[in-house]
């Protein structure tokens, strides 16, 4: 007869996370653009009287995909590049490409508060 494994009590984990906040801070301020309007209809002069502009929020994007609550985390996946819009891609290039070293297994941990 097998004897049975005695389980190890558990301890609290730490969850490796960026703060969206100042990651969607810094993408403003790096690239000049914002991603919670990409496209510019509310923060360009004059781009809101012109209907060809389209809004585009990133911010809209994630609780579409994934609807975190405050004081939550979310993660953004390389597999989300490929099957989303051009604006959404273009987004997900810059954190990718900019926050590299925070990927583990495809995905950066983004930590949300309000």
């Given at each position: 007869?097998?004897?049975?494994?005695?389980?190890?009590?558990?301890?609290?984990?730490?969850v490796?996370?960026?703060?969206?906040?100042?990651?969607?801070?810094?993408?403003?301020?790096?690239?000049?653009?914002?991603?919670?309007?990409?496209?510019?209809k509310?923060?360009k002069?004059?781009?809101?009287?012109?209907?060809?502009i389209?809004?585009?929020?990133?911010?809209?994007?994630?609780?579409?995909?994934q609807?975190?609550?405050?004081?939550?985390?979310?993660?953004l996946?390389?597999?989300?590049?490929?099957?989303?819009?051009?604006w959404?891609?273009?987004?997900?290039?810059?954190?990718f490409?900019?926050?590299?070293?925070h990927?583990?297994?495809g995905?950066i941990?983004?930590?949300?508060?309000?």
């Amino acid at each position: 007869m097998k004897k049975k494994k005695k389980l190890v009590k558990p301890v609290p984990q730490v969850v490796s996370a960026l703060d969206w906040g100042q990651v969607r801070d810094w993408i403003k301020q790096e690239y000049k653009r914002d991603v919670d309007d990409w496209e510019g209809k509310f923060t360009k002069k004059g781009a809101l009287d012109n209907d060809s502009i389209e809004y585009h929020c990133f911010w809209h994007w994630i609780l579409d995909k994934q609807n975190p609550s405050n004081n939550s985390y979310f993660s953004l996946s390389k597999d989300d590049i490929e099957a989303e819009e051009q604006w959404v891609q273009d987004i997900l290039n810059i954190i990718f490409e900019e926050f590299a070293e925070h990927v583990d297994k495809g995905v950066i941990q983004f930590h949300v508060w309000w």
